[in-house]
Nanobody
Framework: QVQLVESGGDLVQPGGSLRLSCAAS????????MGWYRQAPGKQRELVAI???????NYADSVKGRFTISRDNAKNTVYLQMNSLKPEDTAVYYC?????????????WGQGTQVTVSS
C-alpha cells in the first residue's frame, strides 16, 4: 500500500550530524503514524522516534534532545535530524509507516540506511 525509501545514512565522526530522509509513495497525510527505528547487529529493532498524522511526536530516551523527527507533507517525506551522534547510535535505520489502527493496522518498512558513528 505504501513504499518507503530511506536515504542519508553515512559514516560520521562522534559529535557529528546526519539528516535521514524517508520518501513515501503516497500522501503521508493519510498515514496514521510514521517513525524511525534502528537495529544494531545482534540486537532487536528499536523505536527511535515517531510522528503521528496530526503532528505529535515521541522519542526514545536515548535520543531525546539530540534527534528531531519532522515531516514535509508536500514532499511526502519524513526526516530524522540526528545531532551529537554517538558510537552507540550506529545501526541500520528503518522508516516505518502504520496504516489503520488496532487489529486492522498494517506496518510497512523501508529497506534501511546504514549509519555508522566512528572515529
Amino acid at each position: 500500500q505504501v513504499q518507503l525509501v530511506e536515504s542519508g545514512g553515512d559514516l560520521v565522526q562522534p559529535g557529528g550530524s546526519l539528516r535521514l530522509s524517508c520518501a513515501a509513495s503516497r500522501s503521508i497525510f493519510s498515514i496514521n503514524a510514521m517513525g524511525w527505528y534502528r537495529q544494531a547487529p545482534g540486537k532487536q529493532r528499536e523505536l527511535v522516534a515517531i510522528i503521528a498524522r496530526y503532528g505529535s511526536t515521541n522519542y526514545a530516551d536515548s535520543v531525546k534532545g539530540r534527534f528531531t523527527i519532522s515531516r514535509d507533507n508536500a514532499k511526502n517525506t519524513v526526516y530524522l535530524q540526528m545531532n551529537s551522534l554517538k558510537p552507540e547510535d550506529t545501526a541500520v535505520y528503518y522508516c516505518n509507516a502504520r496504516i489503520g489502527s488496532g487489529s486492522l493496522s498494517s506496518d510497512y518498512w523501508g529497506q534501511g540506511t546504514q549509519v555508522t558513528v566512528s572515529s
